[in-house]
């Protein structure tokens, strides 16, 4: 038998997840997700695949998060003609997540090209078009939850709810050996571990018994307070009411993806039972209008709990979808309510509304969900005193706050709890998709307590393991690797300009008078020309 494994993305970062698995038989993804964050990274986006898609036989797609699924409508533009497994849940997300990323994409790039003509710079293409989105969506074929698929021949797959999202799954696979009668090589993908007790949702499922155990670690390196349902609304009944009382906007950046919908649940919920005072909610984000709809569809797999058709009908919840119902949010005075995507504020509607609210120390902007390295949310979540939005800068003024209640993902201890039900797992152990004191802190709770330190791996980007032997083996792979190890990992350098022209402005602005900012201004010229001259 022959098989090896590829990490094409979400090593040593929690983005770009994409897994190239080759067997004797054929070659298939796990994952082909788009890359967040750092300019750095989000450029591999434009970039040729580190493989030909043409040779791709199937993708086995985990779940429906841009991170997961975002490059897939790329893959099938660039030559990849097998089909995408996903459940149902997963399919129908994805039939609008991917066209509004693409959307997305070409109005962006049409403001990109804008600012590159006023500066002299070259046109960029947008990554994918929305036809590029819709004609992808042809390649979906659906599974049912635990049963076993044919993925290509000698590789059979079976899906197993993870908890995290509407249609989320991990996946089992196993690999046939066609020249002996050993039993076939097992391997698991965790996709992305639901916390326990998440609203909406059941617990994650998977079966137990495997040779390799590939594992997100998002928060490895984080133990969340026990919380109950009542404490979540209770805490979150808190941060509405104090922000109602600044009376200003009430920023929510927020995945459009069940983030958005557990979100509105609750709002509405603590509304109805007076325990926040009644405000319009705008749901600004046509995805996640859209996203809605499908939950209404797959209302009965949902928790019960949660009447979700009667929450998502409340009259406080105002959609706006089209611009100008978006732009007519900004005449509105007092309290009010606005969620939208991006939840990391990367792209999106709430970009507008922090560039609007930011400076205003009325405004309150909650952070609920990860916030990856290089993000304007993480420059919101690390304190940052100015931020540059659309080439501005922006004071921050407005209260930032945080809230881990409505994480979609397994803190620490509940992966390291998930992960030791998979055992005996008997030749690996991969930790993926965290940041790099995620992954450290996850793999010092396994080490030897759950597993043996010998038989864990974190691997970085490009890295192919061979796991034909007795113990996975890294392959050297010279001149392929995209980025440097340390490129993936540490803010690269325009976030380092943008804080630097963000520092240099507060200087100058602090100095005591024009002769001080005069004699910054050109300390900083000699600086850039040279000591020895003229300035």
């Not at 710079?121 to 599974?143: C, G, K, M, W």
């Not at 005449?331 to 504020?345: D, N, V, Y």
């Not at 709770?445 to 010998?454: K, T």
């Amino acid at each position: 038998m022959t098989a090896t494994i590829r990490f094409c993305g979400a090593a040593r970062t929690v983005t770009g997840a994409c897994f190239l698995l080759e067997t004797g038989s054929g070659r298939l993804l796990i994952d082909c997700g788009l890359f967040q964050g750092q300019k750095t990274l989000k450029e591999l986006n434009y970039g040729a695949f580190p493989f030909r898609p043409a040779d791709i036989d199937a993708v086995l797609l985990t779940h429906a998060h841009i991170d997961h699924c975002g490059l897939l409508p790329k893959l099938v533009r660039d030559g990849f003609a097998g089909k995408i497994l996903a459940t149902q849940g997963t399919i129908d997300l994805c039939s609008y997540m991917l066209p509004d990323a693409g959307s997305i994409q070409e109005s962006e790039v049409v403001a990109l090209n804008r600012r590159n003509s006023a500066r002299g710079r070259a046109e960029v293409n947008p990554i994918y078009t929305q036809a590029d989105a819709v004609r992808s969506l042809e390649s979906f074929r659906p599974v049912e939850y635990e049963t076993w698929v044919s993925a290509i021949r000698g590789v059979r797959a079976r899906y197993w709810n993870a908890g995290h999202l509407l249609g989320s799954a991990s996946i089992e696979i196993e690999i046939e050996d066609e020249n002996s009668s050993r039993p076939p090589l097992r391997l698991l993908v965790s996709g992305d571990i639901g916390p326990d007790a998440k609203l909406l949702e059941p617990d994650p499922k998977a079966p137990s018994g495997f040779d390799y155990v590939i594992s997100e670690a998002t928060y490895g390196d984080r133990i969340r307070e026990v919380t109950t349902p009542q404490q979540r609304r209770a805490r979150l009944a808190a941060e509405v009411r104090e922000a109602a009382a600044a009376r200003g906007a009430l920023l929510i950046p927020a995945f459009a993806v069940e983030r958005t919908q557990e979100l509105i649940v609750d709002l509405v919920d603590l509304m109805e039972r007076g325990e926040i005072a009644p405000a319009p909610i705008f749901l600004d984000s046509p995805l996640a209008i859209h996203a809605t709809e499908v939950f209404r569809k797959h209302a009965a797999s949902l928790d019960a709990a949660a009447d979700v058709n009667r929450l998502f009908n409340s009259s406080h919840l105002r959609f706006t979808e089209s611009v100008d119902e978006s732009k007519s949010i900004a005449r509105l005075t007092g309290f009010h309510i606005i969620m939208a995507a991006s939840g990391m504020c990367d792209a999106g509607r709430i970009r507008h509304h922090l560039k609007r609210w930011l400076w205003n120390n009325r405004a309150t902007v909650l952070l609920v969900g990860y916030q990856a390295h290089g993000t304007l949310g993480r420059f919101l979540q690390d304190g940052a005193k100015a931020v540059r939005i659309q080439g501005e800068e922006i004071k921050v003024a407005a209260r930032i706050r945080m809230m881990d209640d409505y994480s979609g993902h397994a803190d620490g201890l509940e992966i390291a709890r998930w992960i030791a039900a998979r055992r005996p797992i008997q030749k690996g152990l991969f930790l993926v998709h965290g940041e790099e004191q995620a992954i450290a802190g996850l793999a010092e709770r396994l080490s030897e307590r759950i597993v043996p330190a010998a038989k864990l791996y974190q691997p970085v980007l490009d890295d192919i393991y061979d796991l034909s032997g007795t113990t996975p083996s890294l392959l050297d792979i010279g001149r392929r690797r995209r980025l440097a190890p340390e490129a993936v990992t540490h803010l690269d350098w325009h976030n380092e300009m943008s804080k630097l022209l963000l520092d240099i402005n507060d200087q100058v602005q602090a100095a005591a008078d024009d002769r001080a900012r005069g004699v910054i201004i050109r300390r900083l010229r000699r600086a850039l020309v040279g000591e020895d001259k003229p300035s």
